[in-house]
């Protein structure tokens, strides 16, 4: 994409940046759905250079400096490359569907730490600007993490989803405390994993209900841990993080377990 194809969507924009790797979307309703990530990079600027690079073959539509500065290197009707393979809700090809915001952090593998405030600011302030012009719900909001469990950890167990739900943005309860004993792990089999799997693929996570508490269901766990019970991210399907997942699909504006 060139610099002068290339137009601010939002007013929050403070700089441009053309990626060429993106093309249509393949959904004629456009997103709805926004999925954030952190960079992995050890600086803002090297990640900016590698997401307009066409030999990285990956981009986003906004990238979120930790100062709070937003640039933008795709449009919003365009469908950038930032989500890889993955499903939400049984709907694979993420990235005709989303609108993929890149947050800067160095992430796991190079000092992992937690994001400013007026980085979270600004990614509010566009979430919320995004929703203004397209129909995305706000459970819709979501982490590269829930849509590849397997391969992706970002944006990780430090992002603050918590304060995101407060201005409206993203779903969250509070997580039951965690308590004693263990529940489900690795290699555990019967009709309580196969209860346990069914409710991961209710909210949305691409999980079998097998019966067997396989690599897949354990990659799930320790996404949905990321996101929604991060005090304690092991992959274990423990009293808290079960509970956590009841209460969440309970509270869904259309839940499966609305009666319960």
Same mark, same amino acid.
């Given at each position: 994409?060139?610099?002068?194809?290339?137009?601010?969507?939002?007013?929050?924009?403070?700089?441009?940046?053309?990626?060429?790797?993106?093309?249509?979307?393949?959904?004629?309703?456009?997103?709805?759905?926004?999925?954030?990530?952190?960079?992995?990079?050890?600086?803002?600027?090297?990640?900016?250079?590698?997401?307009?690079?066409?030999?990285?073959?990956?981009?986003?539509?906004?990238?979120?400096?930790?100062? !709070? =500065?937003?640039?933008? /290197?795709?449009? $919003?009707?365009?469908?950038?490359?930032?989500?890889g393979a993955g499903t939400w809700r049984?709907?694979?090809?993420?990235?005709?569907?989303?609108?993929?915001?890149?947050?800067?952090?160095?992430?796991?593998?190079?000092?992992y730490r937690p994001f400013p405030d007026a980085q979270i600011e600004a990614v509010i302030a566009l979430c919320r600007d995004i929703r203004s012009r397209w129909t995305i719900c706000a459970e819709a909001v979501l982490a590269h993490s829930d849509i590849a469990p397997a391969r992706k950890q970002d944006p990780g167990e430090l992002f603050p989803w918590a304060r995101l739900h407060?201005?409206?943005?993203?779903?969250?309860?509070?997580?039951?405390?965690?308590?004693? !004993? =263990?529940?489900?792990? /690795?290699?555990? $089999?019967?009709?309580?994993?196969?209860?346990?799997?069914?409710?991961?693929?209710?909210?949305?996570?691409?999980?079998?209900?097998t019966g067997r508490f396989d690599e897949s269901t354990r990659f799930a766990t320790i996404a949905f841990q990321r996101h929604f019970r991060p005090a304690k991210?092991?992959?274990i399907a423990d009293h808290s993080t079960i509970e956590t997942l009841h209460r969440l699909l309970v509270s869904l504006p259309t839940s499966p377990f609305a009666t319960v």
């Open positions: 994409m060139s610099a002068a194809l290339l137009e601010a969507d939002s007013a929050l924009v403070t700089d441009l940046l053309p990626s060429p790797n993106c093309n249509d979307r393949r959904v004629a309703t456009g997103p709805d759905m926004i999925l954030l990530h952190y960079t992995g990079m050890e600086d803002g600027e090297m990640a900016a250079r590698w997401l307009a690079l066409e030999r990285s073959q990956v981009s986003c539509h906004y990238l979120v400096h930790e100062d !709070g =500065r937003i640039v933008q /290197l795709v449009r $919003e009707a365009m469908r950038a490359w930032h989500a049984g709907r694979d090809d993420v990235n005709s569907r989303s609108i993929g915001i890149e947050i800067v952090n160095p992430g796991h593998d190079h000092g407060r201005a409206g943005l993203g779903h969250f309860v509070e997580p039951s405390p965690i308590r004693g !004993g =263990r529940f489900f792990g /690795l290699g555990d $089999e019967g009709e309580p994993v196969a209860a346990y799997q069914g409710l991961l693929a209710a909210y949305g996570y691409e999980v079998e209900a991210v092991d992959g």
